[in-house]
Every structure is written in structure tokens, then in C-alpha cells.
């Protein structure tokens, strides 16, 4: 069963304040939306459990726990050792008797066999305790699901309706970048992981229409426009380095240019205005 239909809606700007861009729970959102609605499948969450014992409760189970770990302590990762990296991993099956598990993860794809101490390593290592399970999919999406899906990546970016969604979010956020006093280390902090955020529902998204690309059994295949497809890549690439310049603020003692900053977000704006054109006219959307 195709797991790209999580991604099908994946875009998403939300801008709440200069404080907070508050993205994450709005992508998690839309996550948990699409496994409920397009495969049937349901979340059971469970915070600060030993590693032990929740393996026991759910893996041994036959059930797959969603663990969160920093990639610079989980050791399969490119990035052990070198940087921090908070995201979530997944441990399918356990051996009681060697005490190694199967280790599934996502960015990048990865998939082995770990101790037990090398998987808790990585999950102390994260500031989270909240891991999760899903149940069996009940239902499979199908390609009939397309236009519905990327017409409300469309409709996300380009709703009049709202200041704080898709394009004029990010114009309020430019705005806001002019007309704030000072924006702190504090606010730097919350910006460089609200990004990263954003920039993982762009990579889903593109991974998504590579999907309806090269699937023979789609109705769009090898008909997205190259054109498309570079410019989520451009996309992807704008928002990268903005983040990364976010980084070099919060480890340097330089006074932010909010000038600076309004002028990137300015140049992302109108990438995303073209995105948005370039996708209603591939897709038809009315």
C-alpha cells in the first residue's frame, strides 16, 4: 500500500505571530487527518515510558511504535555524531532474545537491525517522550484522490479568506520581519525548529509528485511538468537557506538585519505565487 497519499495535501504555511510561525501542529494535523480519512488508520499515543516496557506493550505486540530520537545519538543515522536532528523513527519487530529490534526511518530511508541499548540511545537522547502506534489500515487511497488533494494544497496557499495561511501568511510574516523592534535569540530558537517543519511538508509534497509521476498505474504518468517539479525543488532550496542564515544568527553575536530577512521571505513569496499557478494549470484545477 503506497504510504506517499500521507504527503498528498503536505504544503502549508501558518503563521501565528513573530514569535512563533506555529506550523508544526498544523503539519501534524494534517498527518493525522489523511491517516484516519485516507487509510483508516488510528494513533494511540504514549508519553514518558520507560523504553523497556513500552516495547513490551506494543512491539513484542506485533504493533510498530513511532519512537523520537536526536539523529546525532541514533547511530544508523548520516548525521550521528555530527548534528542534531529531532525527528521520529520506527521499530517494527523485537528480539527478546538478542535484544536487537528492526529499525525503519525516513529521511533519509533506512532500514536495519539495532541493539537495544544503540535504540534507547536514541530515544533518551530527544526532549520528547511521546511515542506512538498506529492501528492496521482499514482502507487503501487510490488515485481517484488526486485532484481533491492537491486542490487543497492550492486552496491552502492561495485563500483569500484568511491572513494567516499559505501566501499571506508569508506576507504578513515579511511585514511583520520590517516592522519588528527586536527579534532575540529566544525568537531565532522557536523560528530554526518551526522551520524545519515547513521545509519536511515541501520535500513530502515533491515526494508525493514523483509518486503520481512515475506510477505507471497513475493517471499522471510522466505528465507533471519538469517545470513543476523544479520549482519545489527551488522552493525547498529558498526555505533551506533561509533556515540555515537563521542558524548563523543564533551562533553569532551580529544584530539581525530584519531588511535582509524580509528580502529572502520576499524572494520565497514569489516562488510560491509561481508554484501556485504552475500547479493549478497541471492539474486543472478550477
Same mark, same amino acid.
Given at each position: 500500500?503506497?504510504?506517499?497519499?500521507?504527503?498528498?495535501? =503536505?504544503?502549508?504555511? +501558518?503563521?501565528?505571530? @513573530?514569535?512563533?510561525?506555529?506550523?508544526? =501542529?498544523?503539519?501534524?494535523? &494534517?498527518?493525522?487527518?489523511? #491517516?484516519?480519512d &485516507?487509510?483508516?488508520?488510528?494513533?494511540?499515543g504514549?508519553?514518558?515510558?520507560?523504553?523497556?516496557s /513500552?516495547?513490551?506493550?506494543?512491539?513484542?505486540?506485533?504493533?510498530?511504535?513511532?519512537?523520537? *530520537?536526536?539523529?546525532?545519538c541514533?547511530?544508523?543515522?548520516?548525521?550521528?555524531?555530527?548534528?542534531?536532528?529531532?525527528?521520529?523513527?520506527? /521499530?517494527?519487530?523485537?528480539?527478546?532474545?538478542?535484544?536487537?529490534?528492526?529499525?525503519?526511518?525516513?529521511?533519509?530511508?533506512?532500514?536495519?537491525?539495532? =541493539?537495544?541499548?544503540?535504540?534507547?540511545?536514541?530515544?533518551?537522547?530527544?526532549? =520528547?517522550?511521546?511515542?506512538?502506534?498506529?492501528?492496521?489500515? !482499514?482502507? *487503501?487511497p487510490?488515485?481517484?484522490?488526486t %485532484?481533491?488533494?492537491?486542490k487543497?494544497?492550492?486552496?491552502?496557499? !492561495?485563500n483569500?479568506?484568511?491572513?494567516? +495561511?499559505?501566501?499571506?501568511?508569508?506576507?504578513?510574516?515579511?511585514?511583520? /520581519?520590517?516592522?519588528?523592534?527586536?527579534?532575540g535569540?529566544?525568537?531565532?530558537? +522557536?523560528?530554526?525548529?518551526?522551520? $524545519?517543519?515547513?521545509?519536511?511538508?515541501? %520535500?513530502?509534497?515533491?515526494?508525493?509528485?514523483?509518486? #503520481?509521476?512515475?506510477?505507471?498505474?497513475?493517471?499522471?504518468?510522466? &505528465? @507533471?511538468?519538469?517545470? &513543476?517539479?523544479?520549482?519545489?525543488?527551488?522552493?525547498?532550496?529558498?526555505?533551506?537557506?533561509?533556515?540555515?542564515?537563521?542558524m548563523? $544568527?543564533?551562533?553569532?553575536?551580529?544584530?539581525?538585519? +530584519?531588511?535582509?530577512?524580509?528580502?529572502?521571505?520576499?524572494?520565497?513569496?514569489? $516562488?510560491?505565487?509561481?508554484?501556485?499557478?504552475? #500547479?493549478? *494549470?497541471?492539474? *486543472?484545477?478550477?
Amino acid at each position: 500500500m503506497p504510504y506517499q497519499w500521507i504527503f498528498s495535501d =503536505s504544503w502549508g504555511f +501558518h503563521y501565528s505571530s @513573530i514569535e512563533r510561525l506555529g506550523n508544526s =501542529s498544523e503539519l501534524r494535523r &494534517l498527518f493525522q487527518k489523511n #491517516l484516519e480519512d &485516507l487509510y483508516g488508520v488510528f494513533e494511540t499515543g504514549y508519553r514518558d515510558y520507560e523504553l523497556s516496557s /513500552l516495547i513490551e506493550l506494543t512491539v513484542v505486540q506485533e504493533q510498530w511504535l513511532f519512537i523520537p *530520537a536526536n539523529a546525532i545519538c541514533a547511530k544508523w543515522h548520516p548525521y550521528f555524531n555530527k548534528k542534531n536532528y529531532t525527528h521520529r523513527f520506527l /521499530l517494527t519487530q523485537y528480539n527478546s532474545t538478542n535484544t536487537s529490534g528492526s529499525v525503519i526511518d525516513f529521511i533519509p530511508e533506512y532500514n536495519g537491525e539495532h =541493539s537495544y541499548e544503540e535504540i534507547e540511545a536514541a530515544y533518551l537522547s530527544s526532549n =520528547s517522550r511521546e511515542c506512538f502506534t498506529l492501528s492496521k489500515p !482499514t482502507q *487503501a487511497p487510490g488515485f481517484y484522490l488526486t %485532484e481533491n488533494q492537491v486542490k487543497s494544497v492550492y486552496l491552502r496557499l !492561495t485563500n483569500q479568506h484568511t491572513q494567516s +495561511h499559505g501566501i499571506n501568511g508569508l506576507v504578513r510574516f515579511q511585514n511583520d /520581519l520590517l516592522e519588528a523592534e527586536q527579534i532575540g535569540k529566544e525568537i531565532l530558537n +522557536h523560528w530554526w525548529g518551526d522551520l $524545519l517543519f515547513v521545509i519536511n511538508a515541501r %520535500e513530502s509534497f515533491l515526494e508525493f509528485m514523483w509518486f #503520481l509521476n512515475r506510477n505507471t498505474e497513475s493517471p499522471y504518468y510522466s &505528465l @507533471i511538468q519538469p517545470s &513543476l517539479l523544479d520549482i519545489i525543488e527551488r522552493i525547498i532550496n529558498e526555505w533551506v537557506i533561509f533556515r540555515n542564515s537563521i542558524m548563523k $544568527l543564533r551562533i553569532s553575536e551580529r544584530a539581525v538585519d +530584519h531588511q535582509q530577512l524580509a528580502e529572502k521571505i520576499g524572494q520565497i513569496i514569489q $516562488l510560491e505565487s509561481f508554484f501556485a499557478k504552475e #500547479l493549478k *494549470a497541471c492539474f *486543472a484545477i478550477t
